[in-house]
């Protein structure tokens, strides 16, 4: 069975620019949530759906947005790219929106040049 | 706010025992979960903790005390495929499934 799918593995952009970075949950799973990992860091929460509906959100400005499509496919997107910015962005599924361990995909690394 | 602490390094040797602590201080509390991440991967699934004692799985077991904020990963048998950070996260009670982590523990084993 496949894992979770993210797209592209690798991606090099420039302040002030924007990014679109994807991801596709097991089969059957509903839930998705989006983390960004610091070089040294635990995973930061930024988003999670749940049936197309966000159903949480983290701390981090509104240049971030996210949405899951009804194939429960999921985008998040990235404004106005900052130097900080630059990390590995994991997305995770789950079953339920709740009380499940939730599974990652390989992530994305972003570079801000 | 919440936190939680793990050491940030231990080292190990090969075939011994090692156990990796994590406190954690948060506003509600429903479940703790235990995830290994090799360098450059994704972090994958090894525990997940709701009620008081210990979950064993193989060669892994976690430990759980809601009363003391505590818990703790066991690894037995050490093998050289266990170096790798351990993260341990929190999600809080009346909330969705945010995994609020620490910041990690990097276990080294040495043959």
């Known amino acids: 069975d496949a894992g979770v799918t993210q797209s592209p593995t690798h991606l090099i952009k420039t302040r002030g620019q924007h990014v679109t970075l994807r991801c596709s949950p097991i089969s059957g799973h509903k839930s998705v949530s989006w983390y960004q990992q610091v070089l040294g860091q635990g995973p930061q929460f930024i988003f999670q759906?749940?049936?197309?509906?966000?159903?949480g959100r983290g701390n981090f400005p509104d240049r971030f947005s996210a949405r899951q499509f009804p194939n429960y496919s999921s985008e998040l997107n990235v404004n106005a790219l900052l130097l900080g910015d630059s990390a590995l962005y994991l997305c995770?599924?789950?079953?339920?929106?709740?009380?499940?361990?939730?599974?990652f995909g390989d992530g994305t690394r972003l570079s801000i040049l | 706010g919440q936190n939680i602490d793990q050491p940030t390094e231990m080292t190990a040797t090969e075939g011994a025992i090692v156990q990796i602590n994590c406190t954690y201080q948060?506003?509600?509390?429903?479940?703790l979960f235990w995830y290994q991440q090799h360098a450059g991967e994704a972090p994958t699934f090894l525990s997940y903790?709701?009620?008081?004692g210990l979950e064993e799985k193989g060669r892994f077991s976690s430990f759980l005390s809601r009363s003391k904020g505590y818990s703790y990963l066991l690894l037995k048998e050490l093998q050289m495929k266990d170096s790798a950070s351990y993260l341990c996260a929190v999600t809080l009670s009346g909330g969705y499934n945010k995994l609020i982590f620490g910041a990690g523990t990097r276990l080294a084993v040495h043959p």
């Open positions: 903790n709701v009620l008081d």
């Open positions: 948060t506003s509600g509390f429903n479940g």
């Open positions: 995770a599924s789950s079953f339920w929106d709740r009380g499940q361990p939730q599974h």
């Open positions: 759906y749940y049936e197309k509906e966000e159903r």
